[in-house]
């Protein structure tokens, strides 16, 4: 019998360069003055405030990130410890102000309100696009520092900070016909975001609700993002733009930069729960704003035979390991096509790559194109693994189950942030998978046989941001799209967030307050005649775009 010749594995190696202490040491030298020194509380001249001493460099071995009010950079905060979730790397934590301290900054960003609000639309155009110069000129180490905070794919960090400056460029572009006859806020506008996409999301926004003659405020998001985001905080207030970056934990700060005053507007993004208490208080303030929460984003298939097509769109909706707020985790099939689906399916999740982004074989090679690297944190990978098996116990078929041998790791490197890809049909109603987001690699499958139990699938959530369908026939989509609660529908095609003109929203539970997207951004986060109904999901209305306002 002839012998089979295995080629082992090339062994992975960290490509030269990328580790987080280069990351961390270009950082430093492109803006001192937001990155502390290391175990010498040294600041450079940089202010404590009254709330902290700048004695707390300590807490990582490379130094420590400041806070970011009155537009000067303060050593004050407590810097909690913290770990990459691409492999176990301490990284920069969080310097978590106290409720107190945050008054401060909510006052100080006021006062930079009242002077920035009378600055001319010119001058605010070059001041936003000098900052977008700035961030492109440092558009790698701002997505290095996505991989290793958030774990983002080298590609994919990439095209989050490319999104962002491309998308404030054309609003710099477009904005004087969208601004005219309008004005800034009475105050400036508190941004409480995810982690999953600190530029394109939260940078994109605090960038154009400047741009509409506003001061802004973010906190950074608990999970991740620290280093990127004061990065391109530091490169844009060099421009002079009125920007504050502050860090605490939710419970401590939210009530000052959801209910203090001094605040014209509140913009969240994040789940359901976190966000149900956010609308409860604007809407007792009468307070604007614009809250994107969570919502089980569906895909149909009924009455479909395009399945060549069908396979790559199914590989890419695993990008980022599903963690983004326009994921497809639900996958509604009409039984007698599932065999056809299923034949699909599972090669295109068993094409899927992913483990370390920053791994190469050889120094020389270019980093891996992965569709995803680890969840954000080993909690929430303990968390799908835990309800993965409790969703199997109680009656779900695990269709796919992938495996982290099939990853791309380094040799004995933490890998608890992971999740192998995982797809389940019919998880049952008392699963938290039938109902809810799952915000990570596991899909699920519900079996339908007749358009009135498709359609009860897809808005099983009470309200979503994407979904679509995939038929054949398109007399059933446009009899069947309009009756799906998600603010985009595609025809066999995934929809996302958008860029530039194109507007987002969501239906239901998933969104409150104003619409944003193109014109309706701007108009968000400014104010125009004092009758004006902004197209939205508010307390007492609900306006579709280019539409009469219909029930809540």
């Given at each position: 019998?002839?012998?089979?010749?295995?080629?082992?594995a090339p062994t992975l190696t960290l490509k030269p360069g990328t580790a987080w202490a280069d990351a961390w040491q270009r950082c430093r030298e492109v803006a001192p003055e937001a990155f502390g020194d290391a175990d010498t509380g040294t600041d450079h001249g940089i202010g404590t405030g009254a709330h902290g001493t700048g004695t707390a460099d300590r807490a990582h071995p490379l130094g420590r990130v400041r806070n970011l009010w009155r537009g000067t950079w303060h050593a004050d905060g407590t810097p909690l410890p913290a770990t990459s979730p691409v492999d176990g790397t301490p990284i920069a934590g969080p310097p978590r102000l106290e409720a107190p301290a945050a008054r401060d900054a909510v006052r100080a960003s006021l006062d930079q309100h009242r002077a920035w609000r009378h600055i001319p639309l010119a001058e605010r155009k070059a001041r936003v696009a000098a900052a977008l110069d700035a961030l492109t000129e440092h558009r790698e180490l701002l997505a290095l520092l996505l991989v290793w905070e958030i774990g983002k794919p080298w590609k994919l960090a990439q095209a989050d900070v490319d999104r962002a400056i491309d998308g404030v460029r054309w609003y710099v572009d477009h904005v004087d016909g969208m601004i005219e006859g309008r004005g800034p806020l009475p105050g400036p506008v508190s941004n409480i975001a995810s982690w999953n996409y600190p530029m394109s999301v939260l940078v994109h926004a605090m960038l154009i609700q400047a741009l509409a003659g506003n001061a802004v405020i973010a906190k950074t998001p608990t999970d991740g993002g620290l280093a990127c985001l004061t990065l391109a905080c530091a490169l844009s207030v060099r421009e002079g733009l009125p920007l504050t970056l502050v860090s605490g934990s939710g419970g401590e700060l939210s009530e000052v930069l959801v209910r203090s005053p001094e605040i014209g507007c509140v913009s969240?993004?994040?789940?359901?729960?976190?966000?149900?208490r956010v609308a409860t208080a604007v809407a007792d303030l009468g307070k604007r704003h614009i809250l994107e929460q969570e919502g089980l984003n569906c895909w149909g298939v009924w009455n479909y035979s395009d399945w060549d097509s069908l396979a790559p769109l199914i590989r890419k909706t695993f990008d980022y390991a599903k963690q983004r707020c326009t994921a497809y985790p639900r996958f509604v099939v009409q039984r007698s096509r599932f065999a056809d689906f299923l034949a699909t399916y599972l090669p295109a999740v068993g094409s899927l790559r992913y483990g370390h982004p920053l791994a190469v074989a050889a120094?020389?090679?270019?980093?891996?194109?992965?569709d995803f690297g680890p969840l954000i944190n080993a909690a929430k990978a303990r968390e799908l693994s835990e309800l993965t098996e409790e969703a199997i116990d109680?009656?779900?078929v695990p269709l796919h189950r992938g495996s982290l041998s099939d990853g791309l790791f380094l040799p004995g490197q933490d890998t608890s942030a992971y999740l192998p890809p995982t797809t389940l049909l019919s998880p049952p109603p008392s699963s938290p998978l039938h109902h809810a987001e799952p915000f990570g690699p596991v899909d699920s499958i519900v079996l339908v046989d007749t358009e009135a139990e498709l359609l009860a699938a897809m808005n099983a959530s009470n309200g979503a941001l994407v979904a679509t369908l995939s038929t054949d026939d398109q007399e059933v989509y446009d009899r069947l799209s309009p009756q799906i609660r998600a603010f985009k529908v595609g025809h066999g095609k995934p929809r996302s967030r958008g860029d530039r003109d194109e507007l987002f929203g969501g239906f239901g539970a998933s969104w409150r307050g104003a619409f944003v997207g193109g014109e309706l951004l701007i108009r968000a986060v400014t104010e125009g005649p004092a009758d004006e109904r902004l197209p939205g999901n508010f307390p007492d209305y609900r306006l579709q775009p280019e539409a009469q306002p219909t029930a809540a």
């Open positions: 019998m002839a012998s089979t010749t295995h080629t082992p969240f993004v994040g789940g359901r729960d976190t966000g149900a120094p020389g090679d270019p980093l891996p194109e992965l109680r009656g779900a």
